[in-house]
């Protein structure tokens, strides 16, 4: 869905007008779909690249559709970016993971936050109400936003950021290295990790520019006393130079999939009794 481009849907055909209607009928499906509670999420394990101790968990949004069966966010999100239903989407998603994590006190969990959804007027009392209404410990959310949050406003956007910054809550920049004002904005705004665009890590070999990239990433990382996360790591192989350039944390197919809760409850219980 992400080669599709932005305004593009792939469920539908590309014809012009078709695709205004079915614009029109996904959102009508999305609000549907937000009254009865057919939105879910799915928690991907990030592991310490050192010990392979699972840390935290990303928490990604599912729609269950009637009709359709699973759909992912790639097909859902950009509309409701463009129709503001991601504030509302946004705060449910909010919920349900931090009442799970809530559960889960060992691990962190990370949230997505697009764009529109930051931008959005009560965004920071969203969180703040969020985390006193599950008593989740501010330090244990970890809010991942893209470089498309610092695009426009970015008074605004700092303020913003000092604002969450001040509840208590980790920042991180995600899907970095992909944008190209990264540098400036990590010095000027407080995030305290950043995630390594999986792009960069599909390409990772022993030698190769994504490896320079990736040893310059981590190396700004350590000079920022920001924490790194690997994304999107799917060989034993790229495993390998990770933890040979010191990457603090790893993310990816090849320890796990984005998984169910109960899932991740299993796995906690055999961490602990291990
Ligand atoms: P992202 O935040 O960069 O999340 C990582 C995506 O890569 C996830 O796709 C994940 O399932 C996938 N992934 C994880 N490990 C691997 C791997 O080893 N190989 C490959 N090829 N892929 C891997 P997913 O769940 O389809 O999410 C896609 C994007 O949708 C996310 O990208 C994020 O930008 C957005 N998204 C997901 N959930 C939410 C949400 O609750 N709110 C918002 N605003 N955006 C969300
Ligand atoms: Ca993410
Ligand atoms: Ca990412
Ligand atoms: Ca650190």
Redesign the pocket.
């Known amino acids: 869905a992400?080669a599709a481009g932005r305004g593009t849907f792939k469920f539908f055909s590309t014809d012009m007008d078709e695709r205004i209607l079915t614009r029109r009928a996904l959102d009508a499906d999305m609000r549907r779909g937000l009254d009865r509670d057919e939105f879910f999420?799915?928690y991907?394990p990030r592991y310490e690249a050192d010990t392979m101790r699972l840390r935290g968990v990303?928490?990604?949004?599912?729609w269950r559709h009637p009709q359709r069966g699973l759909v992912?966010?790639?097909e859902f999100?950009p509309l409701?970016?463009e129709t503001g239903l991601?504030a509302p989407?946004?705060a449910r998603?909010l919920r349900m993971a931090c009442e799970k994590a809530v559960t889960w006190p060992d691990l962190s969990v990370s949230?997505?936050?697009?764009p529109a959804?930051f931008r959005s007027a009560d965004f920071v009392k969203t969180v703040s109400d969020t985390l006193a209404a599950t008593g989740l410990s501010p330090k244990r959310l970890e809010l991942?936003l893209?470089e498309g949050v610092l695009l426009e406003d970015v008074e605004r956007s700092g303020r913003i950021l000092a604002d969450l910054k001040a509840l208590g809550v980790m920042l991180s920049m995600?899907?970095f290295g992909t944008g190209y004002s990264s540098l400036g904005y990590l010095k000027s705004f407080p995030f305290d990790a950043i995630?390594i665009?999986?792009r960069f890590?599909?390409d990772l070999q022993a030698t190769g520019d994504a490896r320079a990239i990736v040893q310059a990433i981590l190396g700004l990382g350590r000079a920022l006393g920001l924490s790194v996360t690997a994304?999107?790591?799917?060989t034993a192989e790229q495993l390998a130079l990770l933890r040979q350039d010191a990457c603090e944390e790893v993310?990816?197919?090849?320890m796990a999939?984005?998984l169910a809760a109960e899932e991740i409850d299993k796995m906690r219980g055999e961490q602990g009794s291990r």
């Open positions: 992400k999420l799915l991907q990303e928490a990604l949004v599912r992912n966010p790639g999100i409701a970016e991601i989407l946004g998603v949230v997505n936050v697009s959804q991942e893209t995600d899907d995630k665009d999986q890590i599909a994304e999107g790591v799917e993310q990816g197919y090849l999939r984005p």
